[in-house]
């Protein structure tokens, strides 16, 4: 199972458009997960201490913690999301607060996380309106992957300059585009 992690917000998405360039060049079923439209949990001091009981008990029969499971079963994931304020939209870090679960993505051995996750690969797609400063979307993500889920394929698409006075769209994308056919 492929699982897409959705987090474009526009209808005429141009980090949609690469995903579904990459999604069509994977093979197997995906299972998409449309951030936008998911109310994710308040993580308030109830939830993590209900959350951290179930965990203590390994009671993980609770359906808020289908996200994390998904993510753990998947055998790739691709997660979209475009660039925002230097990093990506807010959602998808709920999202990331949701997967991060001791038990089913990671555990801890003296201390040190350790993965769970089946997942060969972990791609991640963004697009950018200017130049991509830092890292600390992918740069997050990425570190995430390998130090919490136990997923050390990561790779990143990305477009970036789309918004720039001048900026030929078409061909920024295209770019990208032949970079992901030639890459898979
Ligand atoms: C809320 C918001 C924040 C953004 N922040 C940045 C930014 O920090 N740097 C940048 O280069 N572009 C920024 N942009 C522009 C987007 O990165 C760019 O338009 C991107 O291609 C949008 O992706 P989409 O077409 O998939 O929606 C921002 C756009 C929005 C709506």
């Known amino acids: 199972m492929i699982?897409?992690?959705?987090?474009?917000v526009r209808p005429e998405s141009r980090t949609r458009r690469l995903a579904d360039c990459l999604l069509g060049r994977l093979d197997g079923t995906v299972k998409e997960i449309t951030l936008i439209e998911n109310d994710f949990p308040k993580m308030d001091a109830d939830f993590?201490?209900?959350r951290d009981?179930?965990?203590?008990?390994?009671?993980?029969?609770?359906?808020?913690?289908?996200?994390?499971?998904?993510?753990?079963?998947?055998?790739?994931?691709?997660i979209a999301a475009p660039y925002w304020d230097l990093s990506f939209p807010a959602a998808l870090k709920q999202y990331l607060e949701q997967i991060c679960v001791s038990g089913i993505t990671f555990y801890y051995e003296n201390g040190v996380p350790k993965g769970l996750c089946r997942a060969e690969k972990l791609y991640y797609i963004t697009t950018a309106g200017?130049?991509?400063y830092g890292d600390f979307g992918y740069g997050y993500v990425r570190t995430l992957a390998q130090?919490?889920?136990?997923?050390?394929?990561?790779?990143?698409?990305?477009?970036?300059?789309?918004?720039?006075?001048?900026?030929?769209?078409?061909?920024?994308?295209?770019?990208?585009?032949?970079?992901?056919?030639?890459?898979?």
């Open 48 to 50: 993590i201490r209900g």
């Open 147 to 184: 130090v919490f889920f136990g997923i050390a394929h990561t790779e990143c698409v990305q477009a970036e300059g789309l918004d720039m006075p001048g900026a030929d769209v078409e061909q920024i994308l295209r770019a990208a585009e032949e970079k992901i056919a030639a890459g898979s």
């Open 130 to 132: 200017g130049p991509v």
């Open 3 to 8: 699982l897409f992690v959705n987090a474009c």
């Open 53 to 78: 009981q179930w965990v203590e008990s390994a009671d993980y029969s609770s359906p808020v913690l289908d996200y994390a499971k998904d993510f753990a079963a998947a055998d790739t994931i691709v």
